[in-house]
């Protein structure tokens, strides 16, 4: 397919290296008025002390704070679907220039599949441990995007995503431990991966595609900048679920770009399926308290 947002060079760089970074994916007027909800956000965690509503489609609370949350120094982490509940949330999701660049990438037809938020506030301890997405979010084929939209400035400091080059056409790894899904690759899995594993920064504005299948982790915030990312999941029409929604919402499946697809396109790949996370987030699943536990 010829692509129309971006250039050869760009397409073709995805493609090989499994990810892509783009600038500008929103305007400068999106990026205020989705900082400005978050804002609101990040004050009202201050009145809680473990997750919190509205509930998501299957019940469990849109707001999630890692353990060492307080009052006086906020640690909101998480936001399930944050275009259920919110119109600007819902514009970008929808129709931010990146789901041109995604029809470029996997189009013309593409649809929606979940979306959230990952913060990481200044003082806060989340990590997000090694993983494919791929192993969340199975589908049919792995022409799935995740885009990673950078809410702030990332920089090495406060705790850019890592991701390994290339990986998405290597082997898929294990997110269980014996019959325990972790959500995470083993430890030496995870020393392998970070060794080959490089940094992703970028201006606020910017989004990171990245391919389904792409190794990837991050560290704590280390500085004193929060660390915003909005992260949209994106398919093909032809790639089908085949394991359930880990963050189920009333627009999964809404088609963005092109055409619903009839039938669906199968891979053949031996893919292990994932367990339901029961609590608010993927970073309980990864072994990292909430507030309140
Ligand atoms: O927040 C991050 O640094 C990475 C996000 C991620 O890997 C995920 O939520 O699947």
Redesign the pocket.
């Known amino acids: 397919m010829v692509p129309s947002t971006l250039t050869r060079a760009q397409f073709d760089t995805f493609w090989k290296n499994g990810y892509l970074t783009v600038a500008d994916a929103v305007t400068p007027a999106q990026l205020t008025a989705l900082n400005s909800e978050i804002e609101t956000w990040v004050e009202e965690s201050r009145g809680h002390n473990m997750p919190y509503g509205p509930p998501t489609l299957d019940g469990r609370p849109r707001f999630d704070m890692g353990a060492e949350h307080r009052a006086d120094k906020p640690a909101l982490r998480r936001i399930n679907n944050p275009s259920d509940i919110s119109d600007v949330f819902l514009d970008v999701m929808r129709d931010a220039a990146t789901v041109d660049i995604v029809a470029d990438l996997i189009g013309p037809d593409v649809k929606f599949h979940h979306c959230?938020i990952?913060l990481k506030l200044p003082g806060s301890d989340t990590t997000?441990a090694y993983?494919q997405?791929f192993l969340f979010t199975p589908h049919t084929n792995s022409d799935v995007v995740?885009a990673?939209l950078m809410l702030d400035d990332v920089t090495e400091q406060n705790?850019c995503?890592r991701v390994v080059p290339g990986s998405h056409e290597g082997p898929l790894y294990s997110l269980f431990d014996g019959s325990r899904f972790t959500g995470a690759v083993s430890r030496e899995d995870e020393a392998c991966l970070l060794a080959r594993s490089v940094p992703v920064t970028g201006k606020a504005g910017s989004v990171c595609l990245m391919h389904t299948r792409l190794a990837?982790?991050?560290a704590p915030n280390a500085s004193d900048h929060s660390r915003g990312?909005y992260?949209c999941v994106y398919s093909a029409a032809d790639a089908f679920p085949i394991a359930h929604n880990p963050m189920p919402s009333p627009n999964e499946g809404i088609i963005l770009r092109g055409e619903k697809a009839r039938n669906a396109r199968l891979t053949e790949a031996n893919i292990e399926i994932p367990e339901q996370p029961k609590s608010a987030s993927?970073f309980t699943v990864q072994g990292q308290d909430s507030a309140g536990d």
């Open positions: 959230k990952n997000v993983h997405d995740t990673l705790g995503l990837h982790g991050s990312l992260i993927f």
